[in-house]
């Protein structure tokens, strides 16, 4: 949990004003231990999603190319292809990613 330090506030002539409860209260013991955000267990989450959109990034500027010269269909029909493999290579890694999280699961770190 990450939680902000406890904050009262008070009434005086400025207005109202934070500030740090005071040490006669019965309800502050002590001000609880913020824990830092755990950047290291989420590197590899961080690290897989941007391989995935680093490859497709790489796979989609030369689908147009590919396509029209492996499939032998009018210009005009190229778009209707083009967007085809590049779902199809989404779902792949949909598919994927599924079998992988099952994977790490039943024989991943424990």
């Known amino acids: 949990r990450w939680d902000l330090p406890c904050v009262?506030?008070?009434?005086?002539?400025?207005?109202?004003?934070?500030?740090?409860?005071?040490?006669?209260?019965?309800?502050?013991?002590?001000?609880?231990?913020?824990?830092k955000f755990p950047y290291m267990q989420t590197l590899p989450g961080?690290?897989?999603?941007?391989?995935?959109?680093?490859?497709?990034?790489?796979?989609?500027?030369?689908?147009?190319?590919?396509?029209?010269?492996?499939?032998?269909?009018?210009?005009?029909?190229l778009g209707y292809y083009v967007g085809f493999l590049a779902s199809a290579f989404s779902f792949g890694d949909f598919i994927a990613s599924s079998i992988w999280g099952t994977l790490a699961d039943r024989y991943g770190r424990r």
């Open 8 to 35: 009262m506030a008070h009434r005086d002539t400025a207005g109202i004003t934070a500030s740090a409860p005071a040490s006669n209260d019965s309800h502050v013991t002590t001000e609880p231990k913020k824990e």
């Open 46 to 77: 961080y690290l897989s999603i941007f391989s995935f959109f680093f490859s497709l990034m790489m796979v989609i500027p030369f689908l147009p190319f590919m396509t029209q010269d492996f499939i032998d269909r009018p210009r005009n029909e």
